[in-house]
T-cell receptor, first 113, second 113 residues
Framework: DTGVSQDPRHKITKRGQNVTFRCDPI?????LYWYRQTLGQGPEFLTY????????KSRLLSDRFSAERPKGSFSTLEIQRTEQGDSAMYLC???????????FGPGTRLTVL | DQQVKQNSPSLSVQEGRISILNCDYT??????FLWYKKYPAEGPTFLIS?????DKNEDGRFTVFLNKSAKHLSLHIVPSQPGDSAVYFC????????????FGGGTRLMVKP
């Protein structure tokens, strides 16, 4: 297993367009997390799945943000009607149990023009 | 309200000397603390962690110290190597939102040959 992977690595879009990012966690990791990182800041928690259940989504930044993990394996994060303020690095992490370290993917860098 | 703070945005150290990175937190519900290292264009990489029931954890050149009464933790790197040059984030978790991580703003470490 090569770790957490994310696709695409870079995305440039125009304001108002929808974008979708994919995350493939480490095999057998039942916990999957999405974070956002803006320049000069640490990652900021967005949402969390345990298997296919989204157990925390109150930290999603607005109702334009949504995430799914339909079969408890890969996950997608969608941003509708993108705004310039959505430009950031979107990070995915996975873990196999609470209080174990989360392993991060390389991130998807989004630029909204 | 920043619950995890890294007050030094940057630190420069000579190769072979000790690097000390500091982190303060405010939320007394945090019970697990982690340090991550991040290179440009990559996701954070886990370094070392410590549970709140301990005050020290060591792994090779890396040691993390936790002072619960002061709500302070530090990462010591001895001896520092040029390859250690990166941004270091401290993170904390408690028993909420699937043990989501709350990150500090990061400290950029530069190790000079």
């Amino acid at each position: 297993d090569t770790g957490v992977s994310q696709d695409p690595r870079h995305k440039i879009t125009k304001r108002g367009q929808n974008v979708t990012f994919r995350c493939d966690p480490i095999s057998e990791h039942n916990r999957l997390y999405w974070y956002r990182q803006t320049l000069g800041q640490g990652p900021e928690f967005l949402t969390y799945f345990q298997n296919e259940a989204q157990l925390e989504k109150s930290r999603l930044l607005s109702d334009r943000f949504s995430a799914e993990r339909p079969k408890g394996s890969f996950s997608t994060l969608e941003i509708q009607r993108t705004e310039q303020g959505d430009s950031a690095m979107y990070l995915c992490a996975s873990s196999d149990s609470p209080h174990n370290e989360q392993f991060f993917g390389p991130g998807t860098r989004l630029t909204v023009l | 309200d920043q619950q995890v703070k890294q007050n030094s945005p940057s630190l420069s150290v000579q190769e072979g000397r000790i690097s000390i990175l500091n982190c303060d937190y405010t939320n007394s519900m945090f019970d697990y603390f982690l340090w991550y290292k991040k290179y440009p264009a990559e996701g954070p990489t886990f370094l070392i962690s410590i549970s709140s029931i301990k005050d020290k954890n060591e792994d090779g050149r890396f040691t993390v110290f936790l002072n619960k009464s002061a709500k302070h933790l530090s990462l010591h790197i001895v001896p520092s190597q040029p390859g250690d040059s990166a941004v270091y984030f401290c993170a904390a978790s408690g028993n909420n939102a699937g043990n989501m991580l709350t990150f500090g703003g990061g400290t950029r470490l530069m190790v000079k040959p």
